[in-house]
T-cell receptor
Framework: DTAVSQTPKYLVTQMGNDKSIKCEQN?????MYWYKQDSKKFLKIMFS???????INETVPNRFSPKSPDKAHLNLHINSLELGDSAVYFC?????????????FGPGTRLTVT | AQSVTQLDSQVPVFEEAPVELRCNYS??????LFWYVQYPNQGLQLLLK??????LVKGINGFEAEFNKSQTSFHLRKPSVHISDTAEYFC??????????FGSGTQLTVLP
């Protein structure tokens, strides 16, 4: 039974398209995150939600919009995709938002923009 | 602001040899420190973390790390590595902003 799941696992699309990535956690956690891992494997946080409220909103283009319909789900919608958006996107969750909580990561979604 | 430096991007080591992966951090406040491992085509998994207390932290799969406040380091060690330890290892720090800042990663390759 997967703790943090993401769909799709692979996403290939053309520039200018709009796409969404879905994330679900069945751990009962209060906090969820989106990270971007670039081609050099550098990981950077994009967004975080705690109890459905946005708490971290890093400097990302406003083409990226997170949506949290409930505590178990955090989706990422991307408008007008660009070549530079190609990366692996990871969803994660943690019990709380103390900074010391272990984060549980999903398997990642590899986005390729052509 | 907080930052993490992983000094080695690649570390090749022979099976059953010891290994140390180096991590230095920078932060103006007290920090929490983590090591995560990423196996090929997978998400990250926590190896160990330091929150407070004993500076020697033991984690899963025989790994341990030592928090050194004066040297602002949190190096990861294992006395004897296996082929299955081949993976990317990330050091991360969390401070007053309560968000993880990751280092650039160290690719550990265990050779037969």
């Amino acid at each position: 039974d997967t703790a943090v799941s993401q769909t799709p696992k692979y996403l290939v699309t053309q520039m200018g398209n709009d796409k969404s990535i879905k994330c679900e956690q069945n751990l009962g956690h209060d906090t969820m995150y989106w990270y971007k891992q670039d081609s050099k494997k550098f990981l950077k946080i994009m967004f975080s939600y705690n109890n459905k409220e946005l708490i971290i909103n890093e400097t990302v283009p406003n083409r990226f919009s997170p949506k949290s319909p409930d505590k178990a789900h955090l989706n990422l919608h991307i408008n007008s995709l660009e070549l530079g958006d190609s990366a692996v996107y990871f969803c994660a969750s943690s019990q709380g938002w103390t900074g010391g909580d272990e984060q549980y990561f999903g398997p990642g979604t590899r986005l390729t923009v052509t | 602001a907080q930052s993490v430096t992983q000094l080695d991007s690649q570390v090749p080591v022979f099976e059953e040899a010891p290994v140390e992966l180096r991590c230095n951090y920078s932060s103006s406040v007290s920090v929490y420190l983590f090591w995560y491992v990423q196996y090929p085509n997978q998400g990250l998994q926590l190896l160990l973390k330091y929150l407070s207390g004993s500076t020697l932290v033991k984690g899963i799969n025989g790994f341990e790390a030592e928090f050194n406040k004066s040297q602002t380091s949190f190096h990861l060690r294992k006395p004897s590595v296996h082929i299955s330890d081949t993976a990317e290892y990330f050091c991360a720090v969390s401070g007053s902003a309560r968000q993880l800042t990751f280092g650039s990663g160290t690719q550990l390759t265990v050779l037969p």
